[in-house]
């Protein structure tokens, strides 16, 4: 059995606010990730929460960088676990396991990659567009939100091409982030999308009648995160499940059950 | 306390001992695979499998998780790939634990 994953001590490097209710996390590496390799785009790891034994679940989150030094996550302070998570400090000792769950596939050839993210969604996003943008391939990434205050501060390469939509108009193009795909985008694209399962959805559904192909990340309550408990399940289009934290939580989005 | 005073935590159950009373519960180690790397398996007394049926099981529809102030509770439905999935694939892994391994079964009438 082959062992790709492995558990270990990070310590915090940074932690900031990013947008209304959102906060990025910065990691540094401990020995135990010299054993493993450097998680890629769309993986995922779970942490401890920080006042365990409550809440007693590890927490998933997807990895918006990683490098030598450490890794980063974008999170939203959405119930008990992330407002205490809210509150560590600079220096704190997390406990973390990861690399877990599948990755980002590289775009078809002659297709252009189009990332479409919403909310918490942002994270795996990020990274995947930088990713591509260093390969030399110029993404289109879409940002959705309800307002202006929600939409992350980040820094975002040049050689990319970034829309921003906000529901009230107050930033970018005035509405959902599918008012970002334009006619022209969907000849040669790419489609990746992470965040609000209805935007999913619908990106899913213009992938589907321009007759591109489109992968999703999606989002489960986890107990174990490893393929154990098969709590994570998701409906697939045959009838059966998938488990997000195994064969997620990228999954080609026609697989999935709508 | 010396190591050659460790307390012996040996147990029997059923005519079979194992080296101590920690067993890792239905559900909670899958097929004992999941954890490889992240759990020192001589530790446990024995592993206790998912439950397996004699006919592959798809599971419930989910959400099958709820976590509460004082753990979860979950609501899986049996998921397994089957008896001859099991014995094909499963057994050999578990053969190859350094502890027992106990298989949960289930059925109906």
Not at chain 1, 31 to 49: H, N, W
Not at chain 1, 66 to 72: C, R
Not at chain 2, 30 to 39: H, I, K, N, P, S
Request: charged letters at 20%.
């Amino acid at each position: 059995m082959s062992v790709e994953h492995t558990r270990g001590q990070a310590r915090i490097l940074s932690h900031r606010a990013v947008a209304d209710g959102y906060k990025e996390m910065s990691l540094s590496w401990s020995d135990a990730a010299q054993a493993i390799p450097k998680p890629r785009p769309g993986q995922f790891f779970t942490l401890l929460p920080i006042l365990y034994p409550t809440p007693i679940l590890r927490r998933p989150f997807a990895y918006s960088d990683a490098d030598k030094t450490g890794f980063s996550f974008i999170y939203e302070i959405r119930g008990p676990a992330t407002r205490d998570l809210a509150k560590a400090d600079i220096g704190d000792e997390i406990d973390w396991i990861g690399p877990l769950g599948s990755t980002f596939p590289h775009p078809p050839e002659g297709s252009r990659p189009v990332l479409v993210a919403g909310g918490i969604g942002l994270g795996p996003i990020y990274y995947w567009a930088r990713f591509l943008a260093e390969t030399g391939l110029k993404p289109l990434v879409i940002l959705g939100a309800r307002s202006k205050n929600l939409i992350p501060e980040l820094e975002w390469p040049e050689n990319l091409e970034l829309r921003i939509c906000t529901d009230d108009g107050s930033m970018g193009l005035h509405g959902t982030a599918l008012v970002g795909l334009k006619p022209s985008d969907m000849a040669s694209a790419a489609f990746y999308t992470c965040g609000p399962h209805p935007m999913m959805a619908a990106v899913h559904q213009s992938a589907l009648d321009s007759g591109r192909p489109c992968w999703v990340s999606l989002e489960e309550m986890m107990a174990c995160g490893v393929g154990a408990c098969q709590g994570c399940a998701v409906a697939v289009g045959d009838g059966t499940y998938k488990r997000v934290c195994v064969e997620g939580p990228v999954f080609n989005s026609r697989e999935v059950a709508w | 306390m010396t190591s050659e005073a460790a307390p012996d935590l040996t147990v029997r159950i059923a005519g079979r001992q194992f080296k101590n009373p920690l067993g890792v519960a239905s559900g909670t180690f899958g097929f004992g695979e999941e954890y490889a790397g992240l759990t020192d398996m001589n530790s446990i007394g024995a592993l206790f499998t998912k439950a397996v049926t004699p006919e592959p099981r798809a599971g419930n529809v989910p959400p099958r998780l709820a976590e509460t102030p004082a753990g979860m509770i979950n609501a899986i439905g049996l998921a397994n790939p089957g008896l001859k999935m099991f014995l094909r694939e499963k057994v050999p892994v578990l053969q190859s634990l350094p502890c027992p391994a106990v298989v949960n079964v289930a059925g109906s009438t």
